[in-house]
C-alpha cells in the first residue's frame, strides 16, 4: 500500500513513517516536504492510495492545493494534517473535497483507526470538532467524488440508532472522553449501571472499544447535542 506524506518538518514524516508501519508492513510511505514535491511524487508514482497533506506547506497553501488535487485524482483520499485547527479550517477542509481531518496531535490509535476508516470509504472528522460544529460535505462536493470515493455520511442521531435517553446522556460523555467514574458523578450512577449503559452503546455503533465507538460516530456524522 503506497501512502504519500506531505509536510514540510523532517520529524512528522519520520513518526508518521512509524506509526505506519505499525499500521501494516506493507506500507510504502512515500514522502514529499512541499507542493512541487507532491505534485513530483503524484505524477510519477501509481498506485498511490492515500495522501496526508500538510495545511501549511513551504511553496503553496495546501487547502488550495487540495481543491485542485480532488479535481485532477478524484479517487485519491486526501487527509489534511495540522497542528493547528478549528471548526472553520476542519469544515473548509471536507468541503473542498478532504476525505478527513487529522490534528498532529492524535495518539496513535486514533490515527491508525481514522485511516482505516478513510481507506474503508469514510471521512473522519476530529470529535471535538464535530461535537460543536456537526460538518458535512456539501452536495457540490460529494459529486465531484468518482464513487469509490462516495461518501455515505448522513446526519444521524443517537436515538435513531435504539439508544435510550440515559444511554444517550452517557454517550455525549464517551465523546467527551470522560471516564466510567467520572460519568457515574455527573449522572449519579452506579458504575455497573454505567457500564451496561457503555455496552449497549457499543454493541448499537457495532465498537469494540471506545476508540471505535469515536471513529464509529464521526463516521457517522452523530449529533448528541440534545437529538434524539
Not at 201 to 225: K, M, P
Request: proline letters at 4%; aromatic letters at 4%.
Amino acid at each position: 500500500m503506497k501512502i504519500l506524506a506531505a509536510d514540510d518538518h523532517a520529524l512528522i514524516r519520520e513518526g508518521l513513517r512509524a506509526i505506519l508501519k505499525g499500521f501494516s508492513e506493507e506500507v510504502d510511505l512515500l514522502e514529499a516536504w512541499d507542493g512541487a514535491s507532491v505534485e513530483k511524487q503524484l505524477a510519477t508514482n501509481s498506485g498511490i492510495e492515500l495522501l496526508l497533506l500538510d495545511v501549511h506547506l513551504p511553496d503553496c497553501d495546501g487547502m488550495d492545493l487540495l481543491s485542485s488535487l480532488v479535481i485532477r485524482y478524484p479517487t485519491l483520499p486526501i487527509v489534511m494534517i495540522s497542528a493547528e485547527y478549528d471548526s472553520d479550517i476542519v469544515s473548509s477542509a471536507i468541503n473542498r473535497g478532504a476525505a478527513g481531518f487529522l490534528p498532529k496531535t492524535s495518539l496513535n490509535q486514533i490515527l491508525v483507526s481514522a485511516l482505516q476508516l478513510v481507506l474503508s470509504g469514510g471521512i473522519y472528522i476530529p470529535p471535538e470538532i464535530l461535537r460543536k460544529t456537526p460538518i458535512s460535505p456539501q452536495p457540490s462536493v460529494m459529486q465531484q467524488q468518482s464513487t469509490a470515493r462516495k461518501d455515505f455520511i448522513s446526519v444521524t442521531t443517537p436515538g435513531s440508532l435504539g439508544l435510550t435517553e440515559r444511554q444517550i446522556e452517557v454517550f455525549k460523555r464517551l465523546m467527551e472522553a470522560k471516564s466510567n467514574k467520572q460519568i457515574c458523578r455527573e449522572l449519579d450512577l452506579a458504575e455497573a449501571t454505567v457500564k451496561v449503559h457503555v455496552r449497549a452503546i457499543l454493541r448499537a455503533l457495532g465498537a469494540n472499544s471506545r476508540t471505535e465507538a469515536v471513529v464509529a460516530a464521526t463516521r457517522l456524522n452523530l449529533l448528541v447535542d440534545g437529538a434524539k
